[in-house]
């Protein structure tokens, strides 16, 4: 009798354990798009880190706020316990923060900044990013160096850089604070800049390319400056005036460009004199971060504590990023790896 009691109670305790072993360690993790390329190094060093930490469910929505909405709801009917979300539309930050809010489950947004107001609404909300702002000013300074090293950038002599903007998307704080931040910069130091067109392409390479290449059409060598919102673009404008012979080794047909991100297609360029320079935001940093507080909110302690990580306004993550030119390029190949 005895053995029995003691054979059901163990066989209790494990159950309940495994219960709270498998509940404790469920975790959405939502990405807006695979396919978009810094994305896609977020979500494998992700997966890589969850390893042997959190037990995470990775999504992809496609683009689609609406396929976003769906998995977030369908999971957390399954049962989970935290969401990390990678909003599609930043403006839906609401409607997604609701859901979380309604079943009282943390959420970690990352990537895409939603509003103050959004992220005041609600005490388990936390972000990890980047101070938008910065990205902006280190592309400025790249500029502004290249220009006053390389008189021949300024085609027609004029003193000021006649550029186009290839621009992420609208109401994402990267794309407003990359596009208004280098241009600022470059006033604040008093090089003249005019604009000579502008237009968003969606983070995406094959957008970047048509639209360039309708650029360089219209404008040709009044081109001086290429200032692209991220690097994947920076690619696709960078075949785009090769097939008009630019950038190829001739220095007369020569198109200067800067990105963000510091994906290896572009260090490469860069090694090769290609384009000038890019801002490094680390994939893995930014994965280190998320892991690091899904992985403490499941278990349910506060991210606070994590001694490795500073919080801006107890709920903000703002990694660091960095200026890269030919003379620091490891640094961006070490972040990719
Ligand atoms: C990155 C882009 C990326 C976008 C996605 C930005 O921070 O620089 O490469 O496409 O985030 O939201
Ligand atoms: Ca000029």
């Known amino acids: 009798m005895k053995n029995l009691i ?27 798009r695979y396919d978009d390329m810094f994305m896609g190094f977020v ?60 079943h009282d489950i943390p959420i970690v947004l990352f990537n895409k900044e939603p509003s103050k107001e959004d992220m005041d609404s609600y005490d388990k909300i936390w972000y990890v990013g980047t101070k938008s702002e910065q990205s902006g000013v280190l592309q400025g300074k790249i500029i502004h160096e290249s220009w006053i090293d390389n ?6 002599k004029d003193g000021k850089i006649q550029y186009v903007m290839i621009q992420g998307e609208p109401n994402h704080a990267d794309a407003i604070g990359r596009s208004v931040n ?3 910069y ?19 390479e094959d957008n970047a390319n048509l639209m360039m290449k309708q650029y360089l059409r219209k404008y040709g060598d009044k081109i ?33 460009i800067v990105g963000v991100d510091g994906i290896p297609s572009v260090i490469d360029e860069i090694s090769k004199g290609n384009i000038v320079g890019t801002v490094l935001q680390s994939p893995k940093n930014q ?10 909110l499941s278990k349910g302690g506060n991210p606070l504590e994590l001694e490795n990580i500073v919080f801006e306004d107890s709920k903000y993550v703002r990694l660091p990023y960095v200026a890269i030119t030919s003379e620091n390029i490891n640094l961006a190949y070490e972040a990719y790896k």
Do not use: C, H
């Not at 008189?151 to 027609?156: A, G, I, L, R, S």
């Not at 400056?225 to 020569?254: H, Q, T, V, W």
């Open 43 to 102: 979500k494998n060093d992700i997966k890589e880190y969850a390893k042997d930490k959190v037990n995470i469910f990775l999504r992809d929505s496609q683009n689609s706020q609406a396929t976003q909405n769906d998995v977030i709801d369908i999971m957390i009917e399954r049962g989970v316990n935290v969401l990390a979300v990678n909003l599609v539309n930043p403006r839906a930050a609401e409607a997604v923060i609701a859901k979380a809010r309604k």
């Open 287 to 296: 994965a280190y971060a998320i892991v690091d507080l899904v992985s403490v």
């Open 224 to 256: 001086e400056y290429i200032i692209s919102n991220n690097d994947s673009m920076a690619i696709g404008a960078l075949n785009a005036i090769r097939e008009f012979g630019y950038n190829k080794g001739d220095d007369n047909k020569f198109i200067p």
């Open 182 to 184: 280098s241009i600022k």
């Open 6 to 32: 003691i054979k059901v109670f163990l066989l209790v305790t494990v159950f309940s354990l495994f219960l709270i072993g498998s509940e404790k360690t469920t975790v959405l993790v939502s990405i807006y």
């Open 151 to 156: 008189p021949q950038y300024d085609k027609n």
């Open 186 to 204: 470059l006033k604040d130091n008093n090089i003249g800049v005019d604009l000579l067109a502008q237009g968003e392409a969606f983070w995406d």
